[in-house]
């Protein structure tokens, strides 16, 4: 059983009073929630300020990026040591606005990766295809290749701890989701690859998110795909009342 995750990224929104006015409202609405993972990730700024105000929840705490390295002169960066001493669990990395406007790489973001594991941070890894490659019928190949780079190294011991979140380009922030056969093809992909890259075991437990603009609307559809095991959400998740009904997917009584 894998259990699931939704996982708010808030990008560049919510300083720390937006931070405790967001959390006042929400952690009261999904304080009896327990048989799924609600993860939120607001900037940097806000997380000191997030995690004092989690303590006692079961939601988990996330960064939208961190560096590679645990110090240095490496000026503007965060490391993966600080953000666990932060109080974060996760970290989402490779997200396609970082490697659109910021220049990631599989290269960087394998690093990061690295960097994540091995301070003990679990790194929500993010992938997918942009639309021309999606045209081309280049989807699975973008992101086998992007799993292949961004894994280099990265032993069956760490990976087990990843979450992947598959996120097509052309998906976020559009208002045009994946169907939810279109995610659940590319799911079933990577869970293969994970089987072939390092064993069965391995790939049924690793946890497989979708993100692209995920609504109240389309969550049920997409959460009751087999390989699709939570959702990275980010405007929608900026709404408690609305990121609260896409926490409680396929719930009888979810409005
Ligand atoms: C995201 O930022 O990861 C995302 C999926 O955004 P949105 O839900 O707004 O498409």
Redesign the pocket.
């Known amino acids: 059983m894998r259990r699931p995750i939704i996982a708010g990224?808030w990008?560049m929104h919510k300083g720390p009073d937006e931070t405790i006015a967001f959390l006042d409202e929400l952690l009261p609405r999904v304080s009896n929630i327990e048989d799924r993972e609600v993860v939120i990730a607001p900037p940097f700024v806000s997380l000191i300020t997030a995690a004092r105000r989690l303590r006692g929840s079961r939601v988990k705490l996330s960064a939208q990026n961190c560096h590679w390295e645990n110090r240095g002169a490496f000026t503007g960066e965060v490391s993966p040591s600080m953000l666990l001493e932060a109080g974060c669990t996760y970290v989402?990395i490779g997200?396609?606005?970082r490697r659109q406007l910021f220049g990631e790489t599989n290269q960087s973001v394998n690093r990061r990766v690295l960097g994540a594991l091995a301070a003990g941070l679990i790194p929500i890894l993010?992938i997918g295809e942009n639309l021309e490659e999606r045209k081309a019928k280049h989807t699975l190949a973008v992101v086998e290749r992007q799993l292949r780079k961004s894994l280099e190294d990265v032993e069956a011991d760490d990976a087990e701890t990843l979450v992947v979140?598959y996120?097509p380009v052309w998906?976020?922030?559009?208002g045009i989701?994946a169907s939810a056969e279109q995610a659940q093809e590319v799911h079933f992909f990577i869970r293969q690859f994970f089987e072939k890259q390092y064993n069965k075991t391995l790939a049924n437990s690793i946890k497989i998110l979708y993100?692209?603009?995920?609504k109240e609307d389309n969550v049920d559809e997409l959460m009751a795909q087999p390989d699709i095991d939570g959702t990275?959400?980010?405007?929608?998740?900026l709404k408690a009342a609305e990121f609260e009904r896409i926490v409680r997917f396929m719930e009888p009584n979810a409005s």
């Open positions: 990224n990008k989402i997200h396609s606005e993010c979140a996120e998906a976020i922030g559009t989701s993100g692209g603009s995920v990275l959400v980010g405007g929608a998740s």
